[in-house]
């Protein structure tokens, strides 16, 4: 039900930083889970970060904690993912995903996000 637009994917070296924003539009509360996940080739897709709009709260991966940062700005009901420190191993699609309503306890479960965007591809190179 919540359409996603990605955008901010580019092609840096290593150590650089990147940001990547994520539009949300139409859905019917305000609160919502947004997850910023990723995949390599020949890799599952997984979670990368997370904040529950409602409370702020956020989660991350831990080869990410430290040099990743999940934001959001209301009055653009966009969601953003800053990147710095990057490594060739973050090199991959990035997708963000919303579910309705609050994170709870599983903010990583793929199964659990209805709304997925395009994508936006991160290359990092050594």
């Known amino acids: 039900q919540v359409q996603l637009v990605e955008s901010g994917g580019d092609s840096v070296q290593a150590g650089g930083s990147l940001r990547l924003s994520c539009a949300a539009s139409g859905y019917r509360y305000y609160r919502k889970c947004m997850g910023w996940f990723r995949q390599a080739p020949g890799k599952e897709r997984e979670g990368v970060a997370v904040i529950d709009t409602g409370d702020v709260s956020t989660w991350y991966a831990d080869s990410v904690k430290g040099r990743f940062t999940v934001s959001q700005d209301n009055a653009k009901n966009t969601v953003y993912l800053q990147m710095n420190s990057l490594k060739p191993e973050d090199t991959a699609v990035y997708y963000c995903?919303?579910?309705?309503?609050?994170?709870?306890?599983?903010?990583?479960?793929?199964?659990?996000?209805?709304?997925w965007g395009q994508g936006t591809q991160v290359t990092v190179s050594s």
């Open positions: 995903a919303a579910d309705l309503g609050a994170c709870g306890s599983w903010p990583a479960e793929t199964a659990r996000y209805k709304s």
